[in-house]
């Protein structure tokens, strides 16, 4: 079983639609991290929220972290072609093996 | 100037061969790690090292061994490939061995054992 499960995980909407896409865990994460990757590169830092019912937002993209911090979403407005790529969370687990554990992330396709 | 830089971008071996992935970072990082991620983007960690010193070593098969000559190269050697390895493996640097710091990733290495 996964430790991160990202729903949905696979997405694909027209340009200027909103969307949401959720990180969910039965475990207590000390901080978790959005990353978006694009076809041919690696993985790239969106952002890192720690504390519980956190929102973060960068530009069009809102980020929250639950107040149990078992679970992120990620929202994007008025979506853009450039906002396409794999879009993966990843977390440090409480009382974890002290390593950063990704989910499968979701794939998102923004049609112009 | 490429931050994580790693070599080559594409590898198609034979099973039973043995390869070499090179990895650099120019940042200025203590910590550098392996990752692979499978053809379900599944990303996995393999190995961590700080400051040459290896600090995470997950059930890896022994065939895969890391090598750090300095804190800014890490470079992954995997002995007698098999079919089951093909998957890209992404170098990654991070300032400090703090999991919420930010991570600095490669551009991959695709390797495809036919």
């Known amino acids: 079983t996964q430790l991160l499960e990202q729903s949905p995980q696979f997405l694909s909407i027209q340009e200027g639609e909103n969307l949401t896409v959720y990180c969910n865990s039965s475990s207590v994460f000390s901080s978790l991290q959005w990353y978006r990757q694009e076809p041919g590169e690696g993985p790239v830092l969106l952002v890192t929220?720690?504390?519980?019912?956190e929102v973060k937002k960068l530009k069009r993209l809102t980020f929250q972290f639950g107040d149990a911090r078992k679970d992120s979403s990620l929202h994007i407005t008025a979506a853009q072609p450039g906002d396409t790529g794999l879009y993966l969370c990843a977390g440090e687990e409480v009382g974890g093996s002290e390593k950063l554990v990704f989910g499968k992330g979701t794939k998102l396709t923004v049609n112009p | 100037d490429t931050a994580v830089s790693q070599t080559p971008k594409y590898l198609v071996t034979q099973m039973g061969n043995d390869k070499s992935i090179k990895c650099e970072q120019n940042l200025g990082h203590d910590t550098m790690y392996w990752y692979k991620q499978d053809s379900k983007k599944f990303l996995k960690i393999m190995f961590s090292y700080n400051n040459k010193e290896l600090i995470i070593n997950e059930t890896v098969p022994n065939r895969f061994s890391p090598k750090s000559p300095d804190k800014a190269h890490l470079n992954l050697h995997i002995n007698s490939l098999e079919l089951g390895d093909s998957a890209v493996y992404f170098c990654?640097?991070?300032?400090?061995?703090?999991?919420?710091?930010?991570?600095?990733f490669g551009q991959g290495t695709r390797l495809t054992v036919v």
């Open positions: 929220v720690v504390t519980g019912g």
């Open positions: 990654a640097s991070s300032q400090v061995a703090r999991l919420n710091t930010e991570a600095f």
